[in-house]
């Protein structure tokens, strides 16, 4: 699937959360690359080919907090869509107050998702 928009990393451990996140963004038109965690994220992504990435807050090995600071400090500036099944008023304040497009509490309806995605792709292109 091609568009124009670029490409919707989606970092999360639960293949079936994944999956399910790919295939409706992909329903919307919005083509999407997948990754179990931080780490293979690093290690296969160009980053110049991702215009946003819908982040899981708790990654096993490298949270998904972790993965965006180290991208911030590479000079990446890539738009984040966090989404979490704990609620941690904490983490979602900090996350919040550091810029992120959305902060989502699973489950979550798929409206704000949606949106807050192609609101990242409305952006200029970043990274």
Known sequence: MKNSLGTVAVVDDDPSMRRSVERLLNAHGIMTEGYPTAESFLNKVQ????RCIVLDVHLGGMSGIELWHHLKR???DIPVVFMTAIEDEALEREAV??????????????EPLITAVKRSLALPSCG
């Open 74 to 76: 590479a000079g990446t």
């Open 47 to 50: 980053t110049g080919s991702i």
């Open 97 to 110: 107050s550091a810029g992120c497009i959305a902060y989502l509490r699973k489950p979550f309806p798929a």
